[in-house]
């Protein structure tokens, strides 16, 4: 199976808390006025990775965490699955993940949902320019929310949201 990517950027501390392989796919819809990465719309500004290639790279760094960005991963949520889901299985490592979907309609949607189980954090909701705020940590606009959906919140994150029983 592979998935559309622009990049792998290995031990970025940009990309959520601590050092993070982040995987940047091609490929978003949303097409969120300002964003920082419009050329991910496009996914043919991508090319395609065997999930077991991207889990070489993964495995390859002990120290670091996963990161999915993009573009927006949920438009190859089945992919995404199958990568999480062998990362989980696999390594101990969290996994972090982008979207311009709300966690409300991931969760309306069963395919969408398909994804959540995997996913540690999931950083929701469009990017909004006139909420442009500099000052949040991991997230461009105030209205979209970093959602624990494992574990408990990092309280030194602000605007974290604890959700529990997602399976």
């Keep these: 199976m592979d998935i559309w990517i622009m990049d792998i950027l290995e031990q970025t501390m940009a990309d959520g808390p601590g050092f993070r392989t982040a995987i940047y796919c091609a490929g978003c819809l949303h097409h969120c006025p300002g964003c920082h990465n419009p050329q991910s719309w496009d996914r043919n500004n991508g090319h395609p990775v065997s999930v077991d290639d991207l889990m070489e790279v993964i495995k390859s760094d002990d120290l670091s965490n996963v990161s999915f960005s993009g573009g927006d991963p949920f438009y190859q949520v089945e992919a995404f699955t199958e990568l999480a889901r062998r990362i989980k299985e696999e390594t101990g490592k969290t996994i972090w993940c982008w979207t311009g979907f709300t966690y409300e309609e ?4 069963g395919k ?3 994804l959540l189980p995997y996913l540690d ?6 990017f909004i320019q006139s909420l442009r705020d500099t000052s949040l940590l991991f997230r461009g606009s ?6 624990y959906l494992k574990g408990k919140p990092d ?8 959700i529990v029983g997602i399976h």
């Design 155 to 162: 309280d030194t994150i602000p605007g974290t949201v604890p």
């Design 142 to 147: 105030s209205n979209q929310n970093i959602i």
């Design 112 to 114: 969408l949902s398909m």
């Design 106 to 109: 991931i969760l309306a949607d």
């Design 121 to 126: 954090v999931l950083v929701d909701g469009p």
